[in-house]
């Protein structure tokens, strides 16, 4: 078992920056790729960045590529999402989410464990 608390949203002006962490419980953290998904109203949930178990290797979305970062600390047990030059299309829940599946997945149903969420809003 896994549980994921995600911090850091909030409420931010278009080209502004947001970092978001996602703390997990549990002794195996490095066992599980991490992703992060979003869920903006009337649009379905989309993948947004994941990482693989070491940190080594990385995907995103090509509409937050150049200015999201995904990173992880193994030792702490954590994962973030760097988000720079926000736009109101950034708008949305976001969540972690822990894949105990060898690989790196961008569909949500991959994905064993999920965070309550995170609001993320950018203003115009």
């Known amino acids: 078992q896994v549980q994921l608390v995600e911090s850091g949203g909030g409420l931010v002006q278009a080209g502004g920056s947001l970092r978001l962490s996602c703390a997990a419980s549990?002794?195996?953290?490095?066992?599980?790729?991490m992703a992060w998904f979003r869920k903006a109203p009337g649009k379905e949930r989309e993948f947004v960045a994941g990482i693989t178990r070491s940190g080594g290797s990385t995907k995103y979305t090509d509409l937050v590529k150049g200015r999201f970062t995904i990173s992880r600390d193994n030792a702490k047990n954590t994962v973030a999402l760097q988000m720079n030059s926000l736009t109101p299309e950034d708008t949305a829940v976001y969540y972690c989410?822990?894949?105990?599946?060898?690989?790196?997945?961008?569909?949500?149903?991959?994905?064993?464990?999920w965070g309550q969420g995170t609001q993320v809003t950018v203003s115009s």
């Open positions: 549990g002794r195996t953290f490095s066992s599980y790729a």
């Open positions: 989410a822990a894949s105990a599946k060898i690989g790196l997945f961008t569909t949500a149903s991959y994905y064993d464990y």
